[in-house]
């Protein structure tokens, strides 16, 4: 990274960068936790959340001008993902899945028909976008997926049937990682764009989760539906994995937006408890006098700044139209992961019995950010990843390292 003068902030927010993270925290407050606990309680979509957003033109904040978005980069999608998870995460991820997600991809990826025809969708909040990766038997390891094209004329036939498909039975279009003929592990991979309602898509239900209830996890089947070369996101060519290894680095902007709602998640957290433990009494003193206390949320603290840092870090290296580097996301999307696990539990064990109490908000946080621990690629993978990396000689940017 570039050197900075002696005492100046490199992270420093610019004035419409705070405003827009104002703006992002009154909606947050006004219209997402009030509602926050209903969605969990019901497990229903958060569709007030939905039309706030819509409604305060967040959605496509990272969708091109052009098309009538904001033209920002992962930078304020961070700082909007990190406001909106602070007061409910499942209500963030519709955010996530419109900044990080396929419309993302079509900016950077498709083709003119296809960003003519779903960017404005994006830009307004006129439709949701969802991505279908993960299969019954191919989490983690997306080189073992079945999901599969077969040549049909000028175009394709699609059969796939995707798992843990985020907003998938709401969403307007889903981003389908696919074999393209005669692809072998991870070569002849690819990408399309389905319209969710072509025929032969159907929902064949959704997941009943510990957390991150309001927006659920969808299981989408696709049977024998066209596909015209338009819908083509990414061609896979059976003599290499070059397309798979484009679509893997894309997800860097959703690994730091998954890194983003947990640090929203954890400062939520770790407020809560702060507030809980000023005004707890126990006898003429209150929970902040005692030492060991203090010392928790110190811990707190240390974790949740060291993990906002590694972010700040990844997000600012993407640049404004670029993509986080892999390294650095990975850095930032393990630790913030385990940053808020360990804060979010921290704060439960401060409110003690209320902690554990559905009636307030921290152990809906933890249900919800142990979700984050897994999608976007687990924590195990990113550790397996900066080992790999590290040990074969490649260095995180920063001072320390030169």
């Keep these: 990274m570039a050197a900075h003068p002696r005492g100046t902030n490199p992270f420093a927010e610019t004035d419409d960068q705070q405003a827009l993270r104002q703006l992002a925290r009154d909606v947050a407050d006004r219209a997402l936790a009030p509602n926050a606990r209903h969605w969990d309680e019901t497990e229903t979509f958060p569709q007030a959340s939905w039309d706030a957003l819509r409604e305060a033109e967040l959605l496509g904040i990272t969708t091109d001008e052009r098309y009538g978005g904001g033209g920002l980069g992962d930078i304020e999608a961070a700082i909007v993902l990190e406001e909106l998870g602070r007061a409910d995460v499942s209500s963030a991820i519709l955010a996530q899945l419109m900044f990080n997600g396929p419309p993302r991809a079509i900016q950077h990826l498709g083709n003119d028909t296809m960003r003519d025809r779903w960017l404005p969708l994006a830009a307004t909040g006129a439709g949701l976008f969802c991505i279908g990766i993960s299969e019954s038997e191919a989490g983690s390891a997306v080189n073992h997926m079945r999901a599969r094209l077969t040549p049909d004329g000028s175009g394709f036939r699609l ?22 003929p005669d692809s072998i592990g991870t070569k002849g991979i690819g990408a399309v764009l389905v319209d969710l309602t072509a025929p032969g898509v159907s929902c064949a239900g959704t997941h009943v989760k510990m957390g991150l209830r309001g927006t659920s996890e969808a299981e989408l089947a696709f049977d024998d539906v066209r596909i015209e ?28 937006g998954n890194a983003a709602m947990c640090i929203g998640a954890a400062q939520g957290a770790l407020e809560y408890a702060i507030g809980y433990m000023s005004d707890r009494a126990v006898g003429n003193r209150t929970l902040a006098d ?28 993407a640049g404004p139209d670029g993509t986080p580097p892999p390294l650095e996301t990975a850095l930032a999307k393990a630790a913030a992961n385990e940053a808020a696990k360990f804060v979010c539990d921290e704060a439960i064990q401060l409110l003690g019995g209320y902690g554990f109490s559905r009636e307030y908000p921290v152990e809906r946080v933890y249900r919800d950010i142990r979700g984050l621990c897994i999608g976007a690629g687990t924590i195990e993978i990113q550790k397996n990843f900066i080992g790999t990396n590290v040990l074969g000689g490649t260095k995180p940017s920063g001072d320390a390292w030169r």
Aim: glycine residues 6%; contains cysteine; aromatic residues 10%.
């Design 229 to 256: 070369p338009e819908d083509v996101l990414v061609w896979g060519t059976p003599d290499s994995s070059d397309s798979f290894k484009t679509l893997i680095a894309h997800i860097n902007h959703e690994r730091c």
């Design 290 to 317: 005692f030492q060991g206390l203090q010392w928790k949320i110190a811990d707190m603290t240390i974790r949740l700044e060291g993990a906002r840092l590694l972010l700040q870090r990844a997000v600012h290296l």
């Design 159 to 180: 059969n796939a049937y995707k798992n843990y498909v985020t907003g998938g039975h709401k969403a307007a279009a889903c981003l389908v990682w696919c074999r393209f």
